[in-house]
Nanobody
Framework: QVQLVESGGGLVQAGGSLGLSCAAS????????MGWYRQAPGKEREMVAL?????????RYSDRVKGRFAISRGSTYSTVLLQMNNLQPEDTADYYC?????????WGRGTQVTVSS
């Protein structure tokens, strides 16, 4: 089992920046990747950014955020950060941390990001 605790988020004006953090605990050795998804009201959950636990620490980004958001590892190997710059109203959503092992996906409870125009 893996437990995820998210922090960060909040309200920001368009063009501003916010940071999110996700700390994993439990069977963290089983994690293949960690990342962030988001879900806006009335829309499906979508991938935002992923960070793989491989030699190259491969990253993947949604085209919607590429060049504006950056995912990185935190102070511990089982913590991931998401730096969000030049936020736009369309980035408003609940952001969820995800950890994926070979057989299971684990989700955090989500944190709200609201961008005002």
């Amino acid at each position: 089992q893996v437990q995820l605790v998210e922090s960060g988020g909040g309200l920001v004006q368009a063009g501003g920046s916010l940071g999110l953090s996700c700390a994993a605990s439990g069977n963290t050795d089983s994690i293949i990747y960690m990342g962030w998804y988001r879900q806006a009201p009335g829309k499906e959950r979508e991938m935002v950014a992923l960070l793989y636990n491989d030699i190259d620490s491969e990253t993947r980004y949604s085209d919607r955020v590429k060049g504006r958001f950056a995912i990185s590892r935190g102070s511990t190997y089982s913590t991931v950060l998401l730096q969000m710059n030049n936020l736009q109203p369309e980035d408003t959503a609940d952001y969820y941390c995800k950890a994926r092992s070979r057989d299971t996906s684990y989700w955090g409870r989500g944190t709200q990001v609201t961008v005002s125009s």
